[in-house]
């Protein structure tokens, strides 16, 4: 990618300042220049880190599978070539959006033409008793995965707090590293509302193969323990000994500065279908942002690399003053053990689900309609069937339920040609 | 180090060294090979890390695993040298691997 000039004749902002050097922050650096944006270009983010992956971390990484070097999108050289100006270890402190100028904790200010704020979500921190005891931990950064790393050995009996798929994921990693793992989920199941039951059975078996217990139903009370912690005391008082404990309860988006400098924020910085905030020249996108979706009509905010992506996407042309609002179909995929879950679509308001293939067999696929619309396909080693649905959602195809039934039939097949009635 | 070509998809020849034991992928993506990418990071779920493989080369490949060929199947104008480059992992052997990048990916 070479930097073509900056047209004389469009009225390019000048200076772009992007918050946050995460998933989304990497992203707008990327397609600004790949639009020909030639103007100053700072990216301020608050781990020192250049711009890295998150997924490995409760995979790969975490296993020691991939190496630090692995984790970054791009290296060095890429930023220094595309005039990239990177203040990493650094945090943006007060935003005046009056006179379009952030603050850096070491107290320079800069203007900006045009803000991206992409701040990311920081996980929730459980307010029981003993939550600040040594080996109690999150993740969400390379360094807390460090830390759980340096804090585990073969045999470790680890507490997962959550059954996410953050906390499954680390279950599953922690697990092949020889621990032994429990998780505790507050819910009936584990995956509750985010994967079908026909998933969220195959995860859970593949755990308990595995030899991880898992207990559902009850939440925790407390963590014992004299400055380490020793025990969790669940609801129902059961009592589970631990030398490690990672909580995986979930994130929330980080909003203060955007907050404090008067943005509208509700669960996110709320933005519309152009990534745009109340504010014509700030912007945000990824994790810290709730969309006005156009597909689906509603506010949304999604936590994944696909959104992050995306959004940083539609954020950075519509900074250069491109018009295309985000329509994308979302998706998600997660790993555990050799398992992949590849989910694409939203299944919310579905009024139909249809299950594809034999889930003892281990391999199907999940699909969610609504009006005879698919709306959503959860695929479980199955990457066919999940290609296939995201291009019939993508169409907003309707769908024939009996075929898509018959895993005979291919996905793609299922489809019902537009005029036909049935 | 093994030596990689991309054409991307505007005919612009891309060459570099890369180190073993990472991927196909990778390279790409650290010097910003356009048309590539690689929403998953190598997960083997977003199939935007497509390549044509040189049909020289094809055979010096270890074949697609089932969830790279069923990825496959339904990207963007698949044809028989498609591969998801961050499935292919590179090795001394694989020195001058040459790929091109399609139009689009999905
Ligand atoms: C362990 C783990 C596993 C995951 N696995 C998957 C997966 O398998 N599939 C999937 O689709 N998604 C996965 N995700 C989710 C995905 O990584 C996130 O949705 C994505 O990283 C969001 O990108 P972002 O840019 O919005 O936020 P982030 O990547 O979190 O980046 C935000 C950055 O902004 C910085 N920042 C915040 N405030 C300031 C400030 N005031 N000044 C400067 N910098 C600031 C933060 O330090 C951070 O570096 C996973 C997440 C985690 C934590
Ligand atoms: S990078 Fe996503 S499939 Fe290759």
Known sequence: ?422 | MPRVVFLEPDGRRREFSVPAGTTLMEAARQHGVDGILAQCGGACACATCHVYVDPAWLARLPAREDMEAGMLENAWEPRPNSRLSCQIHLTEDLDGLTVSVPERQG
């Open chain 1, 1 to 422: 990618m070479t930097r073509p000039a900056i047209h004389e004749d469009s009225t390019p902002p000048g200076t772009v300042v992007i918050v946050g050097g995460g998933q989304a922050g990497a992203q707008a650096v990327d397609s600004l220049r790949r639009a020909g944006f030639g103007g100053r270009l700072v990216l301020i983010g608050a781990e020192a880190t250049l711009p890295y992956q998150r997924p490995p971390l409760s995979k790969k990484y975490l296993q020691g599978e991939l190496a630090a070097e692995r984790l970054p999108f791009r290296h060095r050289a890429f930023y220094d070539e595309h005039d990239v100006e990177l203040e990493l270890g650094r945090r943006a402190v007060q935003l005046d959006v009056a006179a379009s100028v952030v603050e850096l904790d070491d107290g320079r200010r800069l203007d900006y033409h045009r803000l991206l704020l992409c701040l990311g979500a920081t996980p929730r921190r459980p307010s029981w008793p003993g939550a600040n005891l040594a080996g109690v931990h999150v993740l969400r950064t390379v360094e807390d995965a460090d830390a759980i790393r340096a804090d585990v050995r073969s045999g470790s009996r680890v507490v997962i707090v959550g059954g996410g798929y953050v906390g499954l994921e680390t279950a599953a990693t922690l697990r092949a590293m020889g621990c032994e793992v429990t998780v505790v989920e507050a819910a009936e199941r584990i995956l509750n509302r985010v994967a079908s039951p026909e998933s969220a059975a195959h995860f859970g078996a593949r755990h308990r193969e595995h030899g991880v217990r898992i207990r559902c139903g009850t939440g925790v009370a407390r963590f014992e323990g004299a400055t380490r912690v020793a025990r969790v005391v669940l609801g129902d008082g059961t009592t589970l000994e631990s030398d490690v404990v990672v909580v995986g309860i979930g994130a929330a988006p980080v909003t203060e500065l955007a907050a404090r400098a008067g943005l509208p924020c509700d669960d996110g910085v709320l933005v519309d279908a152009h990534c745009r905030t109340a504010d014509a020249r700030v912007f945000a996108a990824g994790d810290c942002a709730r969309q006005e979706s156009t597909r689906y009509g509603r506010r949304l905010r999604l936590e994944s690399v696909d959104n992050a992506f995306e959004q940083a996407k539609t954020a950075a042309a519509a900074m250069l003053g491109a018009a295309a609002p985000h329509d994308r179909v979302p998706w998600f995929w997660s790993d555990q053990y050799q398992d992949k879950l590849l989910i694409v679509g939203l299944a919310e308001g579905h009024d139909r689900r249809v299950l594809r293939g034999d889930p003892q067999s281990g391999s199907f696929s999940v699909s969610y309609l609504k009006d005879g619309e698919l709306i959503a396909v959860e695929a479980v080693n199955h990457s066919k069937d999940y290609m296939a649905g995201r291009k019939l959602i993508a169409e907003r195809a309707r769908v024939d339920p009996a075929a898509l039934a018959d895993p005979r039939v291919e996905m793609k097949d299922a489809r019902i040609a537009p005029g036909t009635s049935h």
